[in-house]
C-alpha cells in the first residue's frame, strides 16, 4: 500500500510517500480502506518529537489518527461491522506507527463508528478528534440545560465543535476568539469576546453573576485569568493546562477513543446540529504540505488529506 512516512523526528520535511506491507488485523480489529485523514496539531507536535516519552515512536511510523473510510475486512470478533460499511474514527493506538495517512489502516473496533450519513468523506475525517475533545470535555464539566459557559479558543478545531454541542445541549454560551472571528462565533450561536487585557470585565458585561463552566481549549493562562469568573459550585475543564485540576479542582481531559461517543455525534451530524467546516484538503502525495498548512495555525477549519 501506499502510505506516509517518516524515519526520524523533524519538520515536514521529513515526510514521505512510500510503499508499505498492508496491515495484519486481529481479533477485535478493522482493515479500513482510507477515502480521507485530517491533520491535527498533535500529528505534527508528534512528527517534531515533542510528545517523546508520553507516546512511543516506531520507526518507519505512519502519521495520523483520524480517518474515514470503508470496511475492507473484518476481525473475528468485530460484529458491530460488516465489509463495505462506511465508518470513522479516532485510531490512536498505544504506538505512534500505523496511522491513517495510508491507502489501508488496522483499526481497533473500539476506536470507530459508523459515518454520518450526512457527511461526506472529508468532512466525516475531519471530526473525529476534535469532535470527541469538545464531547468529553462538555461530558466531563457535566454542563447541563441552561448553564452559562465560557470557551475558550471558541473559534478553534475543537471550540467550534464546542459552541455547537452547548447550544444543542441548551447552554448559554460565551466565545472568546478574535475580532475576525466574531461573527462566525454568532452563526454557531455563541456570543463573541476578545480574549486578552480586559477579559475579566468583558464577560462579567454579558454574565454578570459569573459563568457555570469554563473550557480552555488553548491553554496559556486562560485558566488562571478567567478562575475568577466562576460562579459558585463552578467547575473548570482544560485539554491543555493541568492546572485545571491540580490548583483549581476541575479537569485534565485527555481526550479517548470511543465507539459510543462518536455514535453520539452521528446522530447529531445527522439531525442537523453540527456541521464542519474544512479549510483545505491536499491528495496524500501532499501531506507535507498539510502538516505545513496546519502548523501556521492560520487556518479556520480542518486540514484533510484525500487518500
Known amino acids: 500500500m501506499r502510505a506516509i512516512t517518516y524515519s526520524k523526528f523533524g519538520s515536514a520535511d521529513v515526510l514521505e510517500l512510500t510503499d508499505q506491507p498492508d496491515p495484519h488485523i486481529g481479533p477485535d480489529t478493522l482493515l479500513v480502506r482510507v477515502k480521507a485523514a485530517s491533520v491535527n496539531p498533535v500529528d505534527w507536535k508528534i512528527r517534531q518529537g515533542y510528545l517523546e516519552g508520553l507516546i512511543d515512536t516506531v520507526f518507519p511510523a505512519v502519521p495520523g489518527w483520524d480517518v474515514a473510510g470503508v470496511v475492507e475486512q473484518v476481525g473475528l470478533d468485530t460484529p458491530e461491522f460488516q465489509v463495505g460499511d462506511e465508518v470513522y474514527g479516532y485510531v490512536r493506538k498505544d504506538t505512534v506507527q500505523g496511522g491513517t495517512f495510508a491507502e489501508l489502516v488496522a483499526a481497533p473496533v473500539r476506536t470507530l463508528a459508523r459515518k454520518p450519513a450526512s457527511l461526506s468523506f472529508e468532512e466525516a475525517a475531519a471530526v473525529p478528534l476534535a469532535g470527541l475533545t469538545a464531547y468529553e470535555a462538555i461530558q466531563r464539566a457535566g454542563v447541563t440545560e441552561g448553564q452559562t459557559v465560557l470557551v475558550h479558543a471558541a473559534a478553534g478545531g475543537v471550540g467550534a465543535f464546542a459552541v455547537q454541542l452547548l447550544k444543542a445541549l441548551g447552554a448559554h454560551v460565551i466565545g472568546t476568539a478574535s475580532e475576525a472571528n466574531h461573527e462566525f ?76 461517543d462518536l455514535d453520539a455525534l452521528t446522530a447529531l451530524f445527522d439531525a442537523g446540529k453540527l456541521t464542519v467546516e474544512i479549510a483545505q484538503v491536499f491528495d496524500l502525495a501532499d501531506a507535507a504540505d498539510a502538516h505545513r498548512a496546519s502548523e501556521t495555525g492560520h487556518t479556520r477549519g480542518k486540514v484533510v488529506v484525500r487518500v
Open 185 to 260: 462565533l454568532r452563526k454557531l450561536g455563541a456570543e463573541p469576546v476578545t480574549y486578552g487585557d480586559g477579559l475579566v470585565d468583558r464577560v462579567r458585561a454579558i454574565a454578570p453573576d459569573g459563568v457555570d463552566v469554563v473550557l480552555d481549549f488553548v491553554g496559556g493562562g486562560a485558566v488562571a485569568a478567567s478562575a475568577e469568573l466562576l460562579a459558585d459550585g463552578g467547575t473548570v475543564a482544560s485539554i491543555a493546562d493541568p492546572t485545571a485540576r491540580t490548583e483549581h479542582g476541575g479537569h485534565y481531559v485527555w481526550v479517548r477513543p470511543s465507539a459510543a
